[in-house]
């Protein structure tokens, strides 16, 4: 049985067309002012962006969902998780430092800010789930105890996962750092044979996980997994492409362990979420870069549904059935139907998140695309 997607494309001829009343006229025609009452305290969740990426939904398209909210008289905050890499993100306090310096304030949202795991992610819920590899999860309190959710994702690709949409945003987007951890860790870096001594990696890692061994034409950057982290910050640093992971069989156990983050953040709101995928600067990276690439394929439009694996499977296609640019990080896999996340990341499957997220009943790729 499928489930409803709803699209609107981003052609606009009069202010009735203009971008905010389409998310408004998205909201509407998903039903979605049914789902929050006056006793709802209802969890926003947006990627605030990391500093210097810009690509992240735009504040002033946020503030068009809170109004939305706002009608049923439901109190509602605007939120983010702490990061387990060491960037901008990774405390409260430079959190919403970014977050505020990205324009996230509530003079243009219209709603407060709240980091919801807390100042230095200690505010966490165990949530129980039963599944393959985590009997138990750690979601951040916040949104754990919030009534209800509007996941506001931007679609884009991810160096691990293939893509990240709306089931990424449940996943590591709701998990403390513990549980960022705990999905990452089964995929930690590892050093290849043309590391050339730099040190660059050396000076990134934040837990003194790296070590230069002297060999007999210089220095080779070495990796003690037990102070490992898993945050990535030597492989995002390396500019010789010396660090990697194990695709072939770390990477598809990563891909599960994020999905049953995502089912655990869904516990006790199943039925009061509301998604929002923008298909508009589809560029290769996550937003947790501090840069954004050149996109991969034109800007498409915005998707709404009460169903994260119909909203991401709809995405995907949608993303692959463009005309990939020249100029940007694909290097394969242009032309329309072709898979442009692998034409990235070619190491990675990202219909894998679909396909476990679908086994664990957390929603359905088969969808019905409605366009408005």
């Not at 039903?31 to 006793?39: C, Q, S, V």
């Not at 998604?275 to 690439?293: A, E, G, M, R």
């Not at 394969?332 to 009943?361: C, I, R």
């Amino acid at each position: 049985m499928s489930n409803k997607v709803y699209f609107a494309d981003l052609r606009s001829r009069s202010n009735l067309e203009n971008k905010g009343n389409k998310i408004v006229n998205l909201f509407d025609k998903a039903g979605f002012k049914e789902l929050f009452t006056p006793e709802d305290l209802v969890a926003v969740k947006v990627h605030f962006g990391e500093r210097g990426n810009d690509s992240y939904v735009s504040p002033v398209m946020i503030r068009y969902l809170v109004d939305k909210i706002k009608e049923n008289g439901a109190k509602m905050f605007v939120t983010d998780t702490n990061t387990l890499y060491y960037g901008s993100r990774h405390n409260a306090v430079s959190h919403l430092e970014t977050a505020i310096l990205n324009g996230f304030d509530y003079s243009v949202v219209g709603a407060p800010l709240i980091i919801a795991d807390g100042l230095t992610s200690e505010n966490e819920e165990i949530v129980e789930i039963n599944q393959k590899h985590f009997k138990k999860v750690k979601i951040a309190g916040d949104l754990a105890k919030s009534t209800s959710m509007v996941v506001v994702s931007h679609f884009k690709g991810h160096g691990l996962s293939g893509f990240g949409g709306a089931l990424k945003n449940l996943a590591m987007g709701c998990a403390t750092i513990a549980g960022k951890l705990d999905q990452h860790k089964c995929a930690k870096p590892i050093i290849k044979d043309n590391c050339n001594g730099c040190a660059i990696c050396f000076d990134s890692c934040p837990t003194d996980a790296i070590i230069m061994k002297s060999v007999d034409n210089g220095l080779i950057a070495s990796i003690e997994y037990g102070s490992c982290v898993a945050c990535m910050n030597c492989m995002d640093s390396c500019e010789n492409e010396a660090i990697d992971v194990d695709w072939k069989n770390d990477i598809p156990l990563f891909v599960e362990r994020m999905m049953e983050y995502a089912y655990g953040a869904l516990n006790g709101k199943e039925n009061k979420i509301a998604y929002f995928n923008f298909l508009v600067n589809i560029t290769p990276d996550c937003d947790c870069v501090p840069w954004s690439d050149a996109p991969m394929v034109p800007d498409i439009g915005i998707l709404a549904s009460n169903d994260p694996v119909a909203i991401d499977t709809a995405s995907y296609d949608l993303v692959n059935s463009q005309k990939g640019f020249k100029n940007s990080l694909l290097d394969k896999n242009f032309k329309k139907g072709e898979d442009k996340f692998k034409g990235v990341w070619d190491g990675v499957d990202g219909t894998k998140q679909l396909e476990y997220a679908e086994k664990m009943g957390m929603g359905t790729r088969e969808y019905e695309l409605i366009r408005l």
